[in-house]
């Protein structure tokens, strides 16, 4: 609070007559006086250089915040009020632009065959249609990397919101949006041996994506069973967690049964009996170890990662080709448009949901230390980390580019489908096997560690 007296105001122009509390008194002042905070003294300014409105008069915000000044009638006083740049708003926006880049993408794959062929650049496809939009996929894919990795760049190693950094993030959209408006056309004009290069290399930023993701949700996994058993809230939510332990567990083994019902309906299809048959095994395996007496982790984490890995062997055998026999649940739903239709749609907001989620999970790869150290975060700390957040919509650019193409560019894929195909299923499949690898460790983990430390430790020695 600063309080203006009205005889202060600056003689060299016409003051404002205020009238307060229906005419009984009457003060003279500038309608809004600029004050300049230096060492708790207060300066009048000329109405010249006052505006009701500042840029970066909080301090030094480089120009990142936003200072009102709010006068108060009853008091006479004026009051600052900072609004600095929104990061938690921020992330919605570019999770829209991702968004907007993937039914780009899609377009330009079921409906851009005559659009595409204009550009001379591309005839390095043989006249292929197909050729012609799954390159497509990828010059959109390679534009939305670009313009990703470029934020990653300006933006990793922010630490506090009165970074200027934290602006750029959080501000500027119309420079960032015509940024991404011209990295996304840039690649059109990129020769062919440069896009199939760059198609490639996506597939190793794709799996960087799948592994980042799938730790991200091991560790929320394993956070919630914790915090589910800890002496706070085990009196107070024994029973419910017992409940949700049991459904998850039983629900993980009615999925196996159905998949075994839906998915194998003859001796022939071996693969799939493999499959389901692994998934189950590895279930019961993270059973056993949760409960261990050594881990004592209890029946809620590996019952949500029973449903998880449950779900990652169901999208395997979804993606199989729907001509496969054994896969009579594709093939049904090819023959209705709306379905085919409406799990295209729910795909393409699950990977937006899964990369958003993933990118503000920025401690995800830090779950490697098991000795848990308690920092105290500072009022000013930025909520998520930033180049973490780019770094992992840049490689979900170039997994959704994957998802579009069934991790083969040379395939065809028909409209309204993604992640169809041979290679998509093993790929699916060995995202389920990792998960439940990475699982086993975080249980075992800390006991190897501690087993490790006795070992080492002088008094073993002696």
């Not at 602006?167 to 949006?177: M, N």
């Not at 998934?279 to 019952?303: D, E, R």
């Not at 649940?329 to 393409?348: E, G, P, Q």
């Not at 169809?420 to 093993?426: D, K, L, M, P, Y």
């Amino acid at each position: 609070m600063m309080t203006i007296d009205p005889t202060s105001a600056t003689p060299t122009t016409a003051p404002a007559t205020t009238e307060r509390d229906g005419g009984r008194g009457a003060g003279t002042t500038t309608p809004a006086a600029a004050m300049e905070r230096d060492g708790g003294a207060s300066v009048a300014a000329s109405p010249s250089s006052t505006s009701s409105e500042r840029d970066g008069g909080c301090g030094d915000r480089c120009g990142g915040e936003r200072c009102i000044e709010v006068m108060e009638e009853d008091t006479c006083c004026v009051r600052y009020v900072c609004m600095g740049p929104n990061p938690m708003m921020a992330r919605y926006v570019y999770a829209l632009i991702f968004l907007l880049t993937n039914l780009l993408a899609w377009t330009v794959r079921d409906y851009g065959h005559s659009a595409l062929g204009e550009l001379r650049r591309l005839k390095g496809c043989q006249g292929a249609r197909y050729c012609l939009g799954a390159e497509g996929v990828l010059r959109i894919s390679l534009g939305c990397f670009l313009f990703f990795f470029v934020m990653f760049l300006s933006t990793a190693r922010t630490r506090k919101t009165h970074d200027c950094r934290n602006s750029w993030h959080s501000e500027w959209w119309p420079a960032k949006v015509a940024l991404w408006m011209a990295l996304t056309a840039v690649p059109f004009f990129a020769p062919s041996p440069l896009i199939q290069l760059y198609g490639k290399l996506a597939h190793f930023g794709a799996g960087a994506f799948l592994v980042i993701q799938l730790v991200s949700v091991t560790r929320f996994v394993t956070w919630l069973n914790d915090c589910c058993r800890s002496e706070a809230n085990l009196k107070r939510c024994q029973m419910q967690v017992q409940v949700v332990s049991i459904v998850a567990y039983v629900g993980a083994l009615l999925g196996i049964v159905l998949m075994y019902v839906w998915y194998t309906p003859n001796l022939e299809c071996r693969l799939n009996i493999l499959f389901i048959t692994v998934t189950l095994v590895l279930v019961q395996l993270m059973t056993f170890i949760s409960v261990n007496s050594k881990v004592k982790a209890g029946y809620l984490a590996p019952g949500l990662m029973g449903i998880y890995v449950v779900f990652l062997c169901w999208s395997a055998i979804r993606s199989e080709p729907h001509t496969e026999i054994c896969n009579r649940k594709a093939s049904i739903a090819t023959s209705a448009d709306w379905l085919n239709i409406a799990s295209f749609v729910i795909a393409v907001i699950v990977v937006v949901a899964a990369t958003f989620s993933t990118g503000i999970d920025s401690k995800c790869l830090q779950y490697v230390q098991f000795k848990k150290t308690e920092t105290e975060s500072e009022d000013d700390d930025i909520p998520y980390g930033f180049g973490f957040f780019h770094f992992v919509f840049a490689m979900g650019a170039m997994y959704f580019a994957m998802l579009f193409l069934g991790w083969n560019a040379h395939q065809k894929m028909e409209k309204w489908t993604i992640d169809v195909g041979w290679a998509s299923a093993w790929v699916r499949i060995g995202n389920e096997w990792l998960a439940a690898i990475v699982y086993i460790w975080m249980m075992i983990a800390p006991i190897v560690w501690k087993t490790r430390q006795v070992g080492s430790s002088p008094s073993a020695c002696a």
